[in-house]
């Protein structure tokens, strides 16, 4: 076909994001599914090289893309637009493409922000980026091709949505191969990988839902464990993490998934995370059998009538019994608390941080700032009622606040997320418990409780 395809994950530009490099599976994908149909791609990953701007304006310029795509959360947006501004300057003639979960709800946006975009991919991009290039390839007009969003002259064309694809078993693995896999696995030896698409659910603070729509697409056990089949012969990978929203959603799917694991023998570890309302002790059990070293799971609030706000349709008491489950079977429980949703109030956010400590009192929750997505109904209702404060992109990573609300001003969010982490490790009972583990687990916990103790939070303890 002739044409040249190039893939980047762009740098962060301000503080990274506390996560070893992560080979991203949408651009893995995207790559496989060119390869597939002989076009000829590479990536550039911006993070996993740890290349500066001026690193990628001397990478791009080596090569002769006719598409550069570039993917981007909405953390990453202002840098996936340095990257096309580069990527135009160094080849006016390539078409350059922009995807993810942000601009799929930032299209006409991107359009007008970034005069060096072209065309932005919404929602799941495989066979529209294939479309694209075929297109391109034997010269034919583009401006139509659905599930993108393109200029014309004084206005923007919104092409329909592409259905999305059904049988995901179609797909071919993702293009490992294009990654520097030796490098990434020296800084964490993880293998990502996905088996499902979609959600149940309808959580008001979720993109990821509404990329992949409501309906729970699924890839067949034998596809799946062939992946792992695979990554364990081809690069004797041993970890992998299931990055499925909601990996437990069908209980019998898993359930047949770790039967398949143990009948091949396949000597692996893994986690996931899922609902806790679906988990049962059994389920989790045989996934302990398969591999299964800890779940992570959305706890988000310790109060009732905030979870129903959120439309997360869990009660704490299903997070109480599904982590003591996880607990009682020496797996490792990480649940994800949400503070800062419309309506929290300080004492609504204390009982979620003591809720986590009662649940898993031994591992720190993972506590995300709430963050207004484009694409969410929170989002919708956040700049509805003018609450954002804070409107760069690259600081929403869920760590810092970004709106306030009448209930909770950002000065008091921003200080019960710092006392969360300071109430969990001067627990007393915490280090006496790390103690009783060995000398090593004792002086960490040690070391914490002396810093945090003297870390200074408005909140007292
Ligand atoms: C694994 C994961 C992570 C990993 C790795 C992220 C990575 N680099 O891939 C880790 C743990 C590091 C992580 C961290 C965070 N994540 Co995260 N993560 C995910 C998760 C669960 C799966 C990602 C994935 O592999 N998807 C599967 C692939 C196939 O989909 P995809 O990447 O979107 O790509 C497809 C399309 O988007 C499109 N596409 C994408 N790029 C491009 C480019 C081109 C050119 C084209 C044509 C098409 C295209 O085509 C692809 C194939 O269909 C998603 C939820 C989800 N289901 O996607 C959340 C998600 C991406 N994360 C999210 C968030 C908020 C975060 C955090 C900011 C906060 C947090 N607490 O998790 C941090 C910071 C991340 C950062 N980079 O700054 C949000 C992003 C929302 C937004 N608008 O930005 C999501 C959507 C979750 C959600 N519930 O809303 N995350
Ligand atoms: S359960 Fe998870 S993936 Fe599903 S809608 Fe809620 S937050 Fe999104």
Redesign the pocket.
Known sequence: MGLHIT???PP?RTR??Q?PP?????????AAVLEKNNFKVEIIDC?ASRYTYADYKREIAKRKPD???????????NSAKEILKISKEAHPNTVT?????????WNEKALQECPQLD?V??????Y??LE?AQRLAAGKDISDVAGTTQRNSDDFIFNDDRPY?ENLDELPF?ARHLWDLEAIRKQEDMF?L?TT???TAW?N????????GRRYRMRSIQNVVDELEFLHKTYNAENF?F???AFTVDMKRTEELCEEINSRNLKIKWNM?TRVDRVSKELLQKMKDAGCISMWCGLESGTQEVLNDMHKGISTDQTRKALKWVRELGLKPTP?VLLGYPGETIETALKSIKFAEEVSPDEIA?Y?IA?P????PMYDEVMKNGWVRNTNFDD????QPIFETPQLSMHDLQTLYDYAFKSFYTRPSYVLRMWRKGFSAGYAATKSYIYFKRKKTSLKK
């Open positions: 893939l980047v994950n962060y990274p994001h996560h992560f080979p991203p599976l949408g651009i893995g994908y995207l993070q598409i550069v795509g570039v993917t981007a959360p909405t953390r990453l947006y493409m922009l995807g993810g979960a942000h601009v799929t709800f065309v991919v919404r929602k799941e991009g495989e529209t980026l694209l694809i993702p990502y996905i698409r979609g959600c959580c603070f979720c993109a990821a839902v509404r990329m992949f993490t990055c499925d929203d995370g994800n993972y995300n963050t997505y484009p694409g969410t929403y990573d869920a760590t």
